[in-house]
């Protein structure tokens, strides 16, 4: 089953691939045509031989299977702009770029699931309303504004975070210093991610508690006596949580999405302000590569969203 | 003989009869949120269809010194770092921001809609092949693809709205499909299909209409989604840039919160109240449509 999964995986990054490749193809524009006007001209034949250097000549599929060649050997092509090849571009801004996501979706989660549990217990409070405005305040607002006012009211009106970065750019640090101060640097960013997936989570678990609450199971574990947070953590949350659980797999590329704009806006190194770097330099094949990073990752944390589903239900087992 | 004269029947008001229609729009009127909304975006919709014509000054001319602030000027609002109109730059920019909003959400659910329609109706292979399709448009990162389509095509306006809806059917078509295969199996799309109705006939007469509520709410939603998607894209300097747009103003101006910070806080607090005027719209029409999930 878990194999079954990751060929599964294997083929969507390959689709992500052609399409990829597809995309440039059908982009308007010629490069031979491009390098030709920048050198100032030149004949048809000359022309004819730049195609066929960069075999440009060659139908589509061959030109296809070149391609996917050259990623398969881990080539990702060459940044003119940077000028360095992709991969080694790209290597350096995996780690922040993680960083920040984990920690967002953790902090989105957790909190997420505990606000949803408590206004689920008591479902026309202050505390359960507080929730649906939240909610929908949450979805409405632009991820890079949020982090653009949290900037202005922490950084600028109380000088309590840095504005950007992700360390200072003249730090000595070492070890343990170095991770508080890279701390002290991600609190801002990832509460700016966290918060509107904080929103999306608290009310998904509200409304999948509710739909638990009322089920046969739990009426029976507070018949025989059990305490409240017996009935709730350890009986519902485990069924309510479920849903939940799926939708942080599913959303994971929103996220990503997500982390782009935030990352922009306060100057983290990670993929998401080399992606905004290379929109400034029309930088190609490193879009292009981090876009394919970007999917993969998705593809990878959709996989274990599955495997670990079916270790927290044990009907998904069951049914093998 | 005597007659006893039969009492008359005593009046009985008998309720009009009334339309599903005129009954949801009662449903909706009543949620005083989703009203509020309605009449937001509808004051949003006026100032951008006619507000260019009766507010002429050009969002894109230097008119006054770069950082004035709000109320310092005859520029209410006050300029942005290029000494350019606030005013005028959210009026015009709205028509921006409000016409891709709409041209993806339609394209969103057009797609959305036609693919689970078809994977609902037809079930087996067809299903699973535009299921693994919508797989893969679930996991490609929605905006890293729109920036990689925008770039390589130009930034016009419906470069952006088709690369916005290209990547935000997928949940529109997993509803539509689950929603075909709930009502498939009816008994009156059974009837129908019994006096030898055809598939088409069957998909947008018998079983669309019935399935559209739910479809209806998460399509006003889509709406919001793609005003966000879009100021996101042009925040990262993906717009046309001969035109103004809500999420531009914030990019162009974020370098200088420092001397001016309504520059960004005016075109943020608008797109937030007009997404916000979507979702309450689109909760009241929850409200009305699906009255059984009420309360949720």
Same mark, same amino acid.
């Given at each position: 089953m878990i194999l079954r999964r990751i060929v599964y995986a294997f083929v969507l990054l390959l689709a992500v691939l052609v399409?990829?490749?597809?995309?440039?193809?059908?982009?308007?524009?010629?490069?031979?045509?491009?390098?030709?006007?920048?050198?100032?001209?030149?004949?048809?034949?000359?022309?004819?031989?730049?195609?066929?250097?960069?075999?440009?000549?060659?139908?589509?599929?061959?030109?296809?299977?070149?391609?996917?060649?050259?990623?398969?050997?881990?080539?990702?092509?060459?940044?003119?702009?940077?000028?360095?090849?992709?991969?080694?571009?790209?290597?350096?801004?995996?780690?922040?770029?993680?960083?920040?996501?984990?920690?967002?979706?953790?902090?989105?989660?957790?909190?997420?699931?505990?606000?949803?549990?408590?206004?689920?217990?008591?479902?026309?409070?202050?505390?359960?309303?507080?929730?649906?405005?939240?909610?929908?305040?949450?979805?409405?607002?632009?991820?890079?504004?949020?982090?653009?006012?949290?900037?202005?009211?922490?950084?600028?009106?109380?000088?309590?975070?840095?504005?950007?970065?992700?360390?200072?750019?003249?730090?000595?640090?070492?070890?343990?210093?170095?991770?508080?101060?890279?701390?002290?640097?991600?609190?801002?960013?990832?509460?700016?991610?966290?918060?509107?997936?904080?929103?999306?989570?608290?009310?998904?678990?509200?409304?999948?508690?509710?739909? &638990?609450?009322?089920?046969?199971?739990?009426?029976?574990?507070?018949?025989?006596?059990?305490?409240?947070?017996?009935?709730?953590?350890?009986?519902?949350?485990?069924?309510?949580?479920?849903?939940? &659980?799926?939708?942080?797999?599913?959303?994971?590329?929103?996220?990503?999405?997500?982390?782009?704009?935030?990352?922009?806006?306060?100057?983290?190194?990670?993929?998401?302000?080399?992606?905004?770097?290379?929109?400034?330099?029309?930088?190609?094949?490193?879009?292009?590569?981090?876009?394919?990073?970007?999917?993969?990752?998705?593809?990878?944390?959709?996989?274990?969203?599955?495997?670990?589903?079916?270790?927290?239900?044990?009907?998904?087992?069951?049914?093998? | 003989m005597t007659y006893i004269s039969q009492p008359s029947a005593p009046e009985v008001p008998v309720p009009e009869p009334v339309s599903p229609a005129r009954q949801a729009w009662r449903m909706f009127r009543a949620h005083h949120a989703a009203m509020a909304g309605l009449a937001f975006l509808g004051f949003i919709c006026l100032v951008s269809i006619v507000g260019?014509?009766?507010?002429?000054?050009?969002?894109?001319?230097?008119?006054?010194?770069?950082?004035?602030?709000?109320?310092?000027?005859?520029?209410?609002?006050?300029?942005?770092?290029?000494?350019?109109?606030?005013?005028?730059?959210?009026?015009?920019?709205?028509?921006?921001?409000?016409?891709?909003?709409?041209?993806?959400?339609?394209?969103?659910?057009?797609?959305?809609?036609?693919?689970?329609a078809f994977a609902g109706f037809f079930g087996g292979q067809v299903d699973n092949i535009l299921m693994r399709i919508t797989e893969f448009f679930q996991v490609l990162p929605y905006l890293l693809f729109a920036m990689v389509v925008v770039m390589l095509f130009s930034p016009t306006i419906i470069n952006i709205s088709i690369a916005i809806g290209i990547v935000s059917w997928t949940d529109m078509a997993r509803l539509t499909r689950g929603e075909f295969m709930r009502v498939r199996e009816m008994d009156y799309v059974k009837a129908e299909r019994s006096i030898g109705a055809r598939n088409a006939w069957l998909i947008w007469a018998v079983i669309l209409p019935n399935a559209a509520p739910p479809l209806i709410v998460v399509a006003a939603l889509a709406i919001g989604n793609a005003i966000l998607f879009e100021a996101g894209l042009s925040f990262l300097g993906l717009s046309d840039p001969n035109t103004m747009s809500w999420g531009r103003m914030i990019g162009d101006n974020r370098p200088f919160i420092l001397d001016n910070s309504w520059g960004v806080t005016l075109p943020g607090t608008i797109i937030f109240l007009t997404v916000l005027a979507v979702s309450l719209v689109g909760d009241g029409l929850n409200d009305a449509l699906n009255p059984k999930l009420r309360h949720r």
């Open positions: 399409m990829n490749f597809a995309l440039i193809h059908l982009a308007p524009g010629d490069p031979v045509e491009t390098l030709v006007g920048e050198m100032g001209g030149a004949t048809p034949e000359f022309i004819e031989q730049m195609r066929a250097a960069y075999g440009l000549d060659q139908p589509f599929y061959i030109q296809l299977a070149t391609y996917l060649g050259r990623v398969a050997q881990g080539d990702f092509g060459f940044s003119l702009y940077f000028n360095r090849p992709v991969l080694e571009l790209m290597f350096h801004r995996i780690g922040p770029t993680i960083l920040l996501v984990v920690t967002a979706v953790l902090i989105a989660l957790t909190l997420g699931t505990f606000l949803g549990v408590l206004a689920a217990q008591r479902r026309n409070s202050w505390l359960s309303h507080l929730v649906t405005v939240f909610s929908l305040v949450g979805y409405s607002t632009p991820v890079f504004w949020v982090g653009i006012m949290l900037i202005l009211v922490f950084s600028v009106a109380l000088p309590i975070f840095p504005i950007a970065g992700m360390y200072q750019s003249d730090t000595s640090a070492t070890g343990l210093a170095f991770l508080l101060e890279v701390l002290h640097h991600l609190i801002l960013p990832a509460m700016t991610l966290a918060l509107i997936y904080l929103a999306f989570y608290t009310r998904l678990s509200r409304a999948s508690m509710i739909d &638990v609450l009322d089920s046969d199971y739990v009426r029976t574990a507070r018949a025989k006596g059990l305490k409240n947070y017996l009935v709730i953590y350890k009986h519902a949350l485990r069924n309510a949580i479920l849903p939940v &659980v799926t939708f942080a797999g599913l959303q994971f590329g929103q996220v990503l999405s997500g982390a782009v704009l935030v990352e922009t806006v306060f100057g983290w190194p990670g993929l998401g302000t080399l992606a905004y770097d290379s929109i400034l330099r029309r930088d190609t094949p490193t879009l292009l590569a981090i876009l394919f990073f970007s999917a993969s990752l998705v593809i990878v944390v959709n996989m274990v969203t599955d495997i670990v589903y079916r270790y927290i239900d044990p009907r998904m087992r069951a049914e093998q | 260019p014509y009766l507010y002429t000054v050009s969002p894109r001319d230097m008119v006054w010194a770069p950082f004035t602030p709000p109320g310092a000027s005859q520029y209410i609002l006050g300029t942005d770092y290029l000494g350019r109109d606030l005013l005028a730059g959210l009026i015009n920019g709205g028509r921006i921001t409000i016409t891709v909003g709409l041209t993806a959400a339609l394209i969103a659910v057009t797609i959305g809609v036609t693919v689970g």
